[in-house]
């Protein structure tokens, strides 16, 4: 057992170690693994993780589709606008976003300027084979879902294509390859993740 330990902290010494600058903003269709992955890119990194709907929960004592049901969408997207330009503001992590929250102008511009957009970008199939057996989207309460997220996805592609940072999903990968490519792709950018010095 000791061995097994030496070994995991010659590992944790050899790897490098992160610093990250900006709070990455995992954006994406439903089903495509942003707070998956991102719970994952946030562990392997050792910063915070945060989740737009969970904070939009908490703060309202309602699931999400609780809200739309009572509030409305249109209430729903204030509301979460205010909680990501919030979450922006508190220390750099990781912060899961909901599928239609990239849409708004706002919050692009929000998130343009004050970290750094990542886009969990995966096929209709692949996420079909993931939502369609959930009963918690309300935008797919509908009489044919898998034709409303066909057009979900038509519409919003275009507007996820102007991420900082587009990675593809492959359904072959793990939570963890898929944190790791997403840890790959931020590398790229000094601006957002650097090595620590120490």
Sequence with gaps: MSEIKQTMADNAATSPRYRLKKTVVMVGMMGAG???VGRAVASKL????L???AEIETAANLTVPEIFERDGERFFRKRESEVIARLLDNERGILSTGGGAFLAEV???TISERGVSVWLNADLD???QRVRHKDTRPLLRTANPRETLAQLYAERVPVYALADICV???PKLT???MALRVIEALKARSDVLGICDD
Excluded: E
């Design 168 to 170: 593809p999903c492959d």
């Design 126 to 128: 692949l996420l079909w």
């Design 107 to 109: 919050n692009r511009q």
């Design 51 to 53: 989740d737009s709907d």
């Design 34 to 36: 942003k707070t998956a």
């Design 175 to 177: 939570i963890d390859a």
């Design 46 to 49: 050792g910063v915070r993780f």
